[in-house]
């Protein structure tokens, strides 16, 4: 691996670390990944800036039960240059997700994210 690519590989792996403790600081931390630039891709909707990147997040830490956050737990982690994977589950609301990011300049600028439930939805 040449120090560039290590390089890359450490600023992706220090974005993703921090996107995954964001969520227990809340919403204005989460979003301090992303800019007005950024764009999460669900299978529902497309998500593009700040601000509808901030209404998705909003709405699914607010949907989530409370159980939701226990159950948390991460299946699969890694990163490869600009790109970091993530599988992970919230048995019995969530049996699988995945979330894709690519990192450029600091901030996600594309996350994908696809959940696979049992139920509904979150609440």
């Known amino acids: ?3 560039a690519s290590a390089q890359t590989d450490g600023a992706t792996q220090q974005v993703f670390d921090h996107h995954l403790g964001a969520f227990a600081q809340g919403l204005d931390e989460l979003l301090k990944d992303y800019d007005d630039h950024s764009t999460i891709i669900t299978p529902d909707k497309t998500y593009r800036g700040s601000a509808e990147i ?4 909003k709405a699914f830490l607010e949907s989530a039960d409370p159980g939701f956050w226990p159950a948390f737990r991460i299946t699969s982690k890694s990163t490869a240059g600009e790109v ?6 919230a048995k019995p609301w969530v049996t699988l997700a995945t979330d894709t990011l690519v990192v450029k300049d600091g901030k ?3 996350q994908t994210f696809t959940p696979f439930s049992g139920q509904e939805s979150l609440a």
């Open 84 to 89: 970091a994977y993530l599988a992970w589950e």
């Open 108 to 110: 996600i600028a594309v």
């Open 1 to 3: 691996m040449t120090n």
């Open 54 to 57: 901030r209404a998705f997040f």
